[in-house]
């Protein structure tokens, strides 16, 4: 157990790619917490997928020893939180379990829209922030510049930021002088009854669920019976220990400590991100504030192309979800598509992420339908009964809209931060998806605009289109701001005069005539010509609002086909027939994959 | 009876050398400076000899050469293999022996010598009646000099044929119309009119990667060409027999009517191709590819690189693949016997609905539309 006053516990708040994970490697490397030999970049990074895409996705810690100028050795844990903001949820919970922050910026690039969300999670948290400039060794670097940024931006002193360069290692050790002596050390009561805060919690195969606790009063050993307040379900602890980053055994955590306990928990469902642990008899009465859960925003449905794996997708997302709590799901049917199953998101790098593990760790290939919000339908009342409120999270599942009083849609505040050539692109393309312009200010050259947004025109293709009307340098982060009434309709798409259910969307009614028929000429493009010719139309209800025609295909054939052809040929026909298999058939008309996300992509 | 009978039996001979390769041609073709003709000639009478023993008591109904460029064998060894042949198997008494020309000068003055050996019909490589086509087409001959190789031969052969290629560069439906009424005022009785095809791994597929192989004519249009082409050649009395094949009745290619109607043929020659039924079932042959690799395999045995059993899918997919390129359609009869299952009903009846097929006495027939998309009926009646 270490004494109160010699922790200190931190995170770090950082862009992507402005450095964090790199800091944490030098951090750990400095102080010998890891052997030369056993360090590889971004240590803390577990997964492939991490390290592959340069981000942090879930919560990962390090207790690093320091021996200080002073002479003193403290213990320094760090929480490494993800950068994303659709793990926001992570920060928050991550930022409650310490006291301070370092907040790294790239002194080449300056302050970017996540970095202001996550500064402003650790100022709500009551952090201590030290400002740490870094990739100093670059000679874009402009420090001055970018400090200047800092106070007028985000409101906090940067006249002492450290100035670093995870890369050199330059201003490493002044970073942990100045976290042992400017953060403050956490407050505690070692002797009143346990109260550890869980912060997180996955799934080991080995070990059962592992739980992430920090201690804020009395302490946690090895064997004791404990209590998760949140459903009063008591535990045998099996195991305790500390992460460096390995794990590591300890006999006892105390006030102020970060570790982790074991107690032959079956699923991560079973543990409550934010949940009180206390002992089993005399307890403490006091639960710690608990955080709201995180709640998907985004859904969609997701397919085997091959529709014989669909038990093995379900064991895939089974496993998966026994891992996430924040990822849920449930069995979809599509006349289009088959069994697969409709599940939802925190956002789409959450999407992302969790299809990519899918198909690749249980090397599924599957079809993502189009991500769809979550819409609050309100139904139309009787004899005074206020109707009921439904929540669609497909708009397959549109109910008939004459029994429908009126439809609310979710919407964010989103702020972009852009460099000033760039701005009036950036204001079009958020005009275009029905944007209501919040706040424009100046820092520099660059713009912070923040607009109201509606969440589902910021779902499929947004940041891809801001990313390329800004080359890249735009920065954007979100938050939900909450449901707001608007005229939305659902549009379905008929092809051949059959309505292809995953196609169907939720539109505005001003946009659905432009929505349809761009959805129609796409299509008439991605679906190859057949023997007939191939209506393509949009509808809102019974009415057609945009139609194309995909005209029948009239030349088809090999010209020769002699003796010495006719392996070569059937070898070509095989493919085709395999090319054909993975089309999805609709009537009489074969629809290949990719049209039914390609299809939702707009070009404005 | 085996299934091969309905079809026949014939004998293809590759011979693999050209002057200039062609910029659209994927055939197996070489350019070399000398030739040792009696060195072939002797290799092509080993690799008769090498199969004879296993198709004995057949009867020959055709022997087709083909290239690379035939017409640059010498009579001596044509009339070699012809013979070899003749010592092997009794020929049927209306034997067809194909040989494809160019129409230059120099192969119309071996067209006697061919004829004495015992060939009978000519195919010629004409390809266009324009000159500039010619050239873009890399040909080495003009319309002239075409026209000149042709009368050698029509005086030589009763059986002439010759082929155009088009949905050329350039070419409009009407420029083509008048190019076919040209070429049929020509006509003997057969004609072969191949749509250009574009195939990777030429020049005009390395062209057309690169986007300078401009002026092609749309889909549209170059479907316009086939079905003008099948009714300007049938007014003629020159009906098509098969997708790209047209004859008056009775003077179809019979060496090809062997593989639409999926008969045996043994392939002799480099990278030359078989299908021979032995011991009830189909094998598919194929001879070493490189002319040199296959003249060393010869010496020291056999030219025979693969022997492949080919499965009941397999086979009936070829079947189908062949035979519903000719206008007189598969039977459905044959089809069920290679198989072992029918073909699906419902697919039938779609293609039906859609104009694309007809059924008439257990026989499966594409329309004229459908043969222009024969690929996808082909698609549509073999995926499970």
Not at chain 1, 355 to 382: C, Q, W
Not at chain 2, 357 to 370: K, P, Q
Request: charged share 25%; glycine share 8%; proline share 4%.
């Amino acid at each position: 157990m270490t004494e109160l006053d010699k922790i200190r516990n931190f995170s770090i708040v950082a862009h992507i790619d402005h450095g964090k994970s790199t800091l944490a490697d030098r951090l750990i490397q400095e102080t010998g917490t890891v052997e030369d030999r056993d360090m590889k970049e971004q240590l803390l990074d577990s997964m492939d997928i991490e390290r592959e895409r340069g981000i942090t996705i879930k919560a990962n810690t390090v207790r690093i020893d320091y021996k200080a100028e002073n002479g003193e050795t403290y213990v320094l844990n760090l929480i490494d939180t993800p950068g994303h903001v659709d793990f926001a949820y992570e920060v928050s919970r991550s930022m409650r379990a310490v006291e301070g922050s370092l907040l790294v910026v790239d002194s080449t690039q300056g302050v970017e829209a996540q970095t202001l969300a996550n500064v402003y999670q650790a100022i709500d948290a009551d952090h201590e922030i030290v400002p740490v400039l870094n990739k100093i060794d670059l000679p874009a670097s402009d420090c001055d510049r970018v400090a200047e940024q800092i106070e007028d931006v985000i409101g906090i002193d940067a006249t002492d930021a450290i100035q670093v360069s995870a890369k050199t290692g330059q201003g490493i050790r002044e970073t942990l002088e100045a976290i042992v002596h400017k953060l403050p050390a956490p407050s505690g009561d070692r002797d009143a009854p346990l109260k550890a805060m869980l912060v997180d919690s996955w799934y080991d195969a080995y070990l059962g669920v592992i739980v992430l606790v920090r201690i804020m009063d009395g302490t946690l050993k090895k064997g004791m019976r404990v209590k998760f307040m949140s459903n009063g379900t008591l535990h045998h602890v099996d195991r305790i220990g500390v992460f460096r980053p390995a794990m590591q055994a300890v006999d006892v955590l105390g006030p102020g400590e970060i570790g982790f306990l074991t107690a032959s928990i079956k699923q991560v469902r079973d543990t409550r991100v934010g949940d009180t642990i206390t002992n089993d008899r005399n307890g403490t009465e006091l639960a710690l504030p608990g955080y709201k859960p995180a709640q998907p925003v985004v859904f969609c449905g997701l397919f085997p192309v091959d529709s014989a794996e669909f038990e093995d997708l379900r064991d895939a997302i089974d496993k998966l979800a026994l891992n996430d709590a924040s990822f849920s799901y449930e069995m979809e049917t599509s006349a289009a598509l088959g069994f697969g199953f409709r599940c939802g998101f925190l956002g789409l790098l959450h999407l992302e992420v969790i299809r990519d593990r899918i198909e690749r760790e249980y090397n599924i290939e599957l079809i993502t339908t189009a991500p769809s919000v979550v819409y609050h339908v309100y139904m139309k009342g009787k004899e005074g009964i206020e109707g009921e409120m439904i929540e669609l999270h497909n708009p397959a599942d549109m109910p008939d809209m004459s029994k429908v009083d009126h439809i609310e849609e979710p919407r964010i505040k989103a702020t972009i931060l852009v460099p000033d050539e760039y701005l009036g692109d950036v204001l079009k393309l958020c005009q275009d998806r029905r944007g209501i312009q919040e706040d424009l200010t100046y820092a520099g050259s660059r713009a912070m605009v923040v607009y109201d947004l509606p969440l589902n025109e910021v779902v499929f293709d947004f940041y891809d289109r801001l990313k390329s009307v800004t080359k890249g340098y735009a920065s954007f982060d979100y938050q939900m701001t909450g449901y707001r009434e608007d005229n939305l309709v659902k549009m379905s798409v008929l092809v051949n005069d059959e309505p292809v259910d995953a196609l169907s969307m939720m539109v505005h009614r001003d946009r659905a005539e432009m929505r349809g028929r761009a959805m129609c000429e796409k299509l008439k493009d991605l679906i190859p010509r057949h023997m007939f010719k191939i209506p393509i139309q949009a509808a809102i209800g019974g009415k057609v609002i945009a139609r194309e025609t995909l005209s029948a295909l009239r030349k088809d054939v090999t010209a020769k086909c002699y003796g010495g052809d006719a392996t070569r040929k059937r070898k070509l026909l095989d493919k085709q027939k395999a090319g054909k298999k993975k089309m999805r058939q609709f009537g009489k008309v074969d629809i290949p994959q990719e049209a039914f996300i390609s299809a939702l992509k707009m070009d404005s | 009876m085996d299934d091969w009978r309905n079809g026949g039996f014939g004998l293809y001979v590759h011979w693999p050398f050209c002057q200039a390769k062609c910029p659209y041609c994927d055939f197996n073709s070489h350019v070399t400076a000398r030739i040792d003709q009696t060195k072939w000639a002797e290799a092509y009478r080993r690799e008769l000899l090498r199969a004879a023993p296993q198709l004995s008591g057949r009867v020959l109904n055709t022997i087709f050469f083909g290239g690379g460029t035939p017409s640059l064998m010498h009579p001596d060894t044509v009339a070699t293999v012809i013979d070899a042949a003749r010592e092997i198997w009794p020929f049927s008494n209306d034997i067809e022996i194909s040989l494809e020309a160019n129409p230059t000068s120099v192969e119309a003055g071996r067209f006697v010598g061919y004829r004495d050996a015992g060939v009978n019909r000519i195919s010629m490589g004409v390809q266009a009646l324009n000159d500039e086509d010619l050239r873009r087409l890399g040909r080495m001959h003009s319309v002239s000099e075409a026209r000149a190789a042709f009368d050698v031969a029509r005086n030589c052969f009763d059986r002439v044929s010759f082929d155009l290629i088009y949905a050329r560069q350039g070419q409009t439906i009407e420029t083509w119309k008048a190019e076919l009424n040209d070429a049929l005022s020509m006509a003997i009785d057969h004609l072969s009119l191949y749509q250009l095809t574009i195939e990777a791994g030429t020049a005009f597929g390395d062209r057309y990667e690169r986007g300078t192989l401009r002026d092609l004519p749309s889909d549209d249009n170059a479907a316009d060409m086939y079905l003008a082409t099948q009714e300007i050649c049938e007014a003629h009395g020159l009906p098509a027999y098969e997708v790209s094949n047209h004859a008056r009745p009775g003077a179809e290619s019979r060496h090809n009517l062997i593989y639409w109607r999926y008969g045996d043929y043994l392939g002799v020659g480099p990278g030359a191709h078989g299908r021979l039924t032995l011991g009830g079932d189909r094998y598919a042959t194929e001879t070493y590819l490189q002319p040199g690799a296959w003249m060393e395999a010869v010496i020291s045995g056999s030219g025979e690189a693969q022997r492949t059993l080919l499965s009941k899918d397999d086979a009936s997919a070829e079947f189908l693949m062949m035979g519903m390129r000719l206008v007189e359609g598969l039977d459905m009869g044959r089809y069920r016997n290679i198989s072992g299952k029918d073909l699906p009903a419902d697919r039938i009846a779609h293609l039906v609905d859609l104009g694309m097929v007809e059924t008439r006495d257990d026989r499966l027939i594409a329309t004229d539309d459908g043969r222009a998309v024969l690929n996808a009926i082909l698609r549509e009646l073999l995926v499970e």
